[in-house]
Nanobody
């Protein structure tokens, strides 16, 4: 299984970024997908998750209203649209897949991880 995240970069506060995560080696639609992030010196934390069908989503409180997770099962890709970015959103963002029937929001519940993409938000 491979998960390849992309789309990170440097953006000014208030700007937007769209992250993508392309998956291979698994039956993509069977896996709920989640995005996590890890800022320097901090633990990895859940950002957003989406069910295998895409019909259900779940967000961390600190991104509600600013972030949208979506997926295209035909392309084996999950997306994270981030708007109104803040300097505190600066982190490496990881996509992950869970062998689960439901969205998983804890690091220990994920089975496959991508390598991450760096998002830097300048003030």
């Amino acid at each position: 299984v491979q998960l390849q995240a992309s789309g990170g970069g440097l953006v000014q506060a208030g700007g937007s970024l769209r992250l993508s995560c392309a998956a291979s080696g698994l039956t993509f639609s069977n896996y709920p997908m989640s995005w996590f992030r890890q800022a320097p010196g901090k633990e990895r934390e859940f950002v957003a998750g989406i069910s295998g069908s895409g019909g259900n989503t779940y967000y961390a409180d600190f991104v509600k209203g600013r972030v949208t997770i979506s997926r295209d099962n035909a392309k084996n890709t999950v997306y994270l649209q981030m708007n109104s970015l803040k300097p505190e959103d600066t982190a490496v963002y990881y996509c992950a897949a869970a062998k689960s029937y439901t969205i998983i929001d804890v690091v220990g519940g994920m089975h496959y991880w991508g390598k991450g993409t760096l998002v830097t938000v300048s003030s």
